[in-house]
């Protein structure tokens, strides 16, 4: 699936452009960014970009939402004006690349046709409870950082949050450290204390925030104010936003469904970890059969030397025996970043509810 996504958006992506920048009149060098010299240093979504995530991501659940980011870079600002989803592959892999990439190709033709934004700028995903940390995304965060201007740059969304009325949105793009080591396709012991990778420092934080029109301020102020100017209780019911009492709701399963993600994260781990150690005792044993080989083979040749006989020559062994290499911990650090953000969730959701107990309680011995 993963690989099958990439690849799609790589067909669809255009290479990058080596023809020289058209010039532009030095007043405006510092805006128009031709040569994409000015880094990204804040993201910024519209209010309709939200709104669009939001409501794709609560459609897909409880699977990944999956969308293509459209926008410009200004002034080391990405504005993003505008988002269209992905639609889900089948089980075919080569007919869903090829049909993902004929969608892709003709979404930003007609955006195009309409003299719309038209230039992809990253991608969106959702997750639940904070936990974006998954291959798929970090294979199409590759696929962008290296046919997009300044790399393009991954929103997530935690749709778990929408529901508490919260918009949970962050930006991040790769660090130049993974990105290295994923080029290499090493991820061994050694590399990652060569790069000092980590589940932080896979990627890295760009800040974010949302732009919202004054109109649809004006108008969201307007639906949540009573349409009658009576004081009667009774007219609170009459805006067409009424306000919204779920923030006080007890109900524990929130808590008991991220725990149990907790738990399964720890299984998932333990389950890696175990593979890891099969492998590294296989390669420990064959690493001992061909010690022990190449020291019969000296002292053999020292034997035949104290005789006066030639010495045998050295053994490949390689050839005789299949070391395996040192597999992959990339799954195990993604899984420990799954585990560190379900476990802020939980935290942060005990902390919150614990306050609340404490708040209904208080209000009971009343």
């Avoid at 080029?183 to 980590?198: A, P, V």
């Avoid at 991220?258 to 299984?267: G, T």
Wanted: aromatic share 6%; charged share 20%.
């Amino acid at each position: 699936m993963a690989t099958s996504m990439a690849a799609a958006i790589a067909a669809s992506m255009p290479a990058a452009q080596t023809a020289p920048a058209p010039a532009i009149p030095p007043s405006m060098s510092k805006v128009i960014d031709i040569e994409g010299e000015i880094p990204i240093t804040t993201v910024q979504l519209d209010a309709l970009v939200v709104t669009k995530i939001v409501k794709h991501s609560s459609e897909a659940h409880p699977t990944s939402a999956l969308g293509l980011l459209i926008g410009i870079d200004l002034d080391g600002t990405l504005e993003i004006s505008n988002v269209f989803p992905l639609p889900s592959t089948n089980d075919d892999e080569d007919k869903s690349t090829k049909a993902l990439a004929r969608y892709q190709a003709s979404m930003l033709r007609s955006l195009k046709e309409v003299q719309a934004d038209d230039a992809v700028v990253g991608f969106y995903q959702s997750n639940s409870l904070g936990a974006f940390f998954r291959q798929s995304l970090l294979d199409l965060q590759v696929v962008h950082q290296d046919r997009l201007r300044h790399g393009g740059v991954v929103v997530v969304h935690d749709a778990s949050q929408a529901s508490h009325g919260n918009a949970a949105f962050r930006a991040f793009r790769l660090s130049k450290t993974f990105l290295h080591a994923y080029r290499t396709g090493k991820f061994n012991t050694q590399s990652l204390i060569d790069h000092k990778l980590t589940f932080s420092s896979i990627v890295d934080e760009i800040p974010l925030r949302i732009r919202t029109n004054p109109l649809l301020n004006a108008f969201l102020n307007k639906l949540t104010k009573p349409s009658s100017p009576s004081t009667s209780p009774a007219s609170s019911s009459s805006a067409a936003l009424p306000p919204s009492f779920s923030p006080l709701d007890l109900n524990s399963v929130p808590l008991t469904q991220n725990l149990s993600q907790v738990l399964d994260a720890l299984d998932d781990y333990k389950t890696e970890e175990g593979n890891l150690a099969y492998h590294a005792r296989q390669a420990g044993r064959e690493k001992a059969r061909a010690e022990a080989h190449m020291q019969k083979r000296r002292e053999e040749n020292a034997l035949r030397t104290s005789q006066g006989l030639a010495p045998l020559p050295e053994d490949d062994v390689s050839r005789l025996f299949k070391i395996p290499p040192e597999p992959s911990r990339l799954e195990s650090i993604l899984l420990l970043g799954q585990i560190d953000a379900y476990s802020k969730s939980l935290a942060e959701g005990a902390s919150v509810g614990l306050v609340k107990m404490y708040a209904a309680n208080a209000n009971s011995s009343v």
